[in-house]
């Protein structure tokens, strides 16, 4: 086998923890790795998550914190009610590590608005959310990409007859009969955030794709395990989670 294929989970700002798990997955240089977006929010390290996944050779999608962080700071003048979405959502946390290291968030929103929203990998498909099972591909807004849930966990069948469509987003554990830290998967779809900000949980997880080991660090704890694949997913059937929000300003009500 050339390389593995290695995704990542929602970080939300555990540097730290992201640096145990890098250390346990330990990728080689030829080895393909990928973050499914949330780099930031909530958790202490959101500037230093950000700087060092651009200056790596990995690749990440944009998910809905970094288009809150962006809707936030990108405007002119600056849009308050952009503002305060973020800041609500976890966005408080990163200007903290700003201002803790010094560094200026407009260095990377540049490399932020350039970050795809899905990835295509032949047999996976890699997306923060998920993708509205009603429209075409071509049809998917960044608002169905980075912020769906209900519609697409509650598919009958898989949006696509070839490829597994992998996620994050949605805290697995917020599944019925799911545990913290247990991966689920649904029709056509895996959601791997384990949810490594919550106190419930504290799970970084990385899925090596090539050997169906899930790698797993506590960003509470520093707790390093490495499970197969089989033992740590649970199938779950289509099944409603939380009810979806009338307005988009309600999103950021949610867990996200």
């Not at 145990?20 to 202490?44: C, H, K, M, Q, W």
């Not at 010094?102 to 350039?114: A, C, I, Q, V």
């Not at 509470?220 to 307005?247: G, Y």
Request: hydrophobic fraction near 35%; charge should be negative.
């Amino acid at each position: 086998m050339e390389h593995r294929r290695i995704v990542i989970g929602d970080v939300h700002g555990h540097y730290d923890g992201l640096m145990t798990l890098l250390e346990a997955l330990a990728p080689s240089s030829n080895d393909r790795v990928y973050f499914l977006g949330d780099l930031i929010d909530r958790g202490p390290k959101s500037a230093q998550v950000l700087d060092f996944v651009q200056q790596s050779p990995y690749q990440t999608l944009l998910g809905n914190h970094e288009q809150l962080m962006l809707e936030a700071l990108s405007g002119t003048p600056m849009d308050m009610r952009a503002w305060q979405s973020w800041l609500y959502s976890g966005g408080d946390a990163t200007v903290a590590s700003y201002r803790d290291t010094g560094m200026m968030p407009y260095k990377h929103l540049e490399w932020l608005r350039s970050l795809p929203t899905h990835r295509d990998l032949g047999d996976i498909w890699l997306v923060h959310a998920g993708v509205d099972p009603h429209l075409s591909i071509d049809e998917q807004s960044i608002e169905q990409l980075c912020w769906i849930r209900r519609e697409f966990h509650t598919m009958s069948k898989p949006y696509f007859p070839n490829k597994l469509i992998i996620t994050g987003h949605t805290i697995t554990f917020t599944f019925h009969g799911v545990r913290p830290g247990e991966l689920v998967r649904g029709e056509g779809w895996l959601d791997i955030d384990t949810g490594a900000y919550h106190p419930k949980s504290g799970w970084l997880t990385g899925f090596d794709l090539s050997y169906r080991r899930v790698y797993q660090v506590n960003v509470f704890n520093n707790q390093v395990r490495i499970l197969p694949f089989d033992e740590v997913v649970r199938q779950l059937k289509p099944q409603p989670i939380a009810p979806p929000k009338p307005a988009i300003d309600s999103v950021v009500q949610q867990q996200c």
